[in-house]
């Protein structure tokens, strides 16, 4: 008999006539405890496996509290023994907990660790309370904990498979139907229903019932049939009955797809698939039989369809191909240099399969049209043409750009051999050159060495898709030796000096000459 000391006596009474009434009804877990001199009791409403997922299902637990004081700071966990091994969950907060109402924590539990059959202790605790009355806290906190048994079939998991696939069209396929139990309980009484959907199943009845009955954890039961396939994407519709762990009854639906082929596919793969514009390429055909049956008498015959290519020959013999084979066809394809981006070439196949008459199939294949752009060096002057040693000597290089896009990054670099000393920069950086535009570039040398001399132009450059590449070219340059004659010294070096200001100021007006027809024509 409980004592109440204070002005809720009525109220009390009437929780703990209440509380008579519940317990006595049901048969759920209670608790009694004391808060101070008042009595607190917990009732577990219920506790539900809402994912029996491996490795992790999901535990809800709903607890009703009964009492004169709102408890603070609440919080639950579970503590779950099977057998020798025990595993406490993670604590949920549960914040002020009102006398009369329910709480309901929702747990993440380690299916791996659990059995069909556990004990388990829920956890309640609090870290003070609240008298209503009083308008404060009581001080009061405390853990109280509740028994049960919690039961369930974990990792439950049955999977079907067909095999082998893919299967072919409007024939005879030999497959079998695989189910697995790759969860962790037993499968008992277990029945398959299989309706098959765009497809056929010989020496059968329609649905087809197959009884498997037990199926224990990791193993697996094949079971053959003969199917028909009548369309490219046809599936079977699978019905699983069969008892649990616990005994219940369960059933479960799924789709087993599977793919349809025709049995034959011709593949024609360009090798390389990548080229170059304004040439004729020599190109390997791979003529692949990619399906499971023999092909007979092959031909393939090459069409295009307002292409600039030229492909000959467009017609090939390829002969017989079993499957998975391969053969190799030499083709030679001519690019103008107009073509762009990728050219696609349809492609028709003309065989036999045994058992069948003449099959035609279709595909295409594509070539990737790389546009070419190339520097070219043109020609090379040199003034004078015999240079004395002492003397001055100007090389000259024409470059042009004899593509159908723009280079950039030119750079043109010289190097002399010992006996020429140049008299300034050995290389000139000219950025983009645009197509069809020649260019002239003069380098100037000191002849101090004789005998045959020579210089070597490179150009550096990048194409159009980022590739570097360079252009070489060597001038042989002979140096006679000096006269001795001053007079005729000096009458050579104004010789050789007029003529290299004469060049050079010819040089600069063609290059100016060029650089403003290029700016009219923009």
Known sequence: MWTLKNKNRF????????LVISVSTFSQPVTKGTL????????????????SSYPAGVVQVTVSYFGTYTLLGSSMQIKITCGNSTYTTDSVSLGSWRPSTQKIATFTVDTSRLSSNCQSEIVISWSDSWDDSLKMNTGYGGTTSLDTTLTACWGEQLQVSLNPQPTYLSSVNPVFLTVVNSGKSSVDNLVITIIP???????????????VGRLDPGMKKSLPLQIIPQSNFPSLAVTLSYTDCMGNKKTSSLQVPFYATAGQSILVVPEPSVLSSGQASNVNLKVINAGNVPIKSLNIILSLQKSPLSISPAMLSIGDLRPGEVKTIPISVSVPTTASSSET?????????????????????????????????????????????????????GLINDGSFPVYGVNVSATASQGLAPLRSTYTYLGQLNPQVLTSLPFSFKATQEGVQEVKFIVTYRDAYGRVMNTERTVLINVSPATTSSSTQQASNFRDNSLLIALTLIIIVAVAF?????????
């Open 514 to 522: 060029a650089a403003y027809r290029r700016r009219a024509k923009k």
């Open 197 to 211: 959907q765009g497809s056929l199943l010989l020496n059968t009845s329609i649905p087809t019932i197959l009884e």
């Open 11 to 18: 109220a009390a009474i009437a929780t703990a006539v209440l």
């Open 345 to 397: 070439v349809s492609y028709q196949a003309l065989y036999t399969v045994e058992g069948g008459g003449v099959v035609n199939t279709a595909g295409t294949f594509s070539f990737y049209i790389a546009q070419t752009s190339r520097v070219t060096i043109t020609s090379t002057d040199i003034v004078p043409q015999s240079p004395q040693v002492g003397g001055n000597v100007i090389v000259a290089v």
């Open 36 to 51: 101070g001199s008042k009595v607190v009791v917990f009732t577990l409403e219920g506790i539900n496996v809402l994912d």
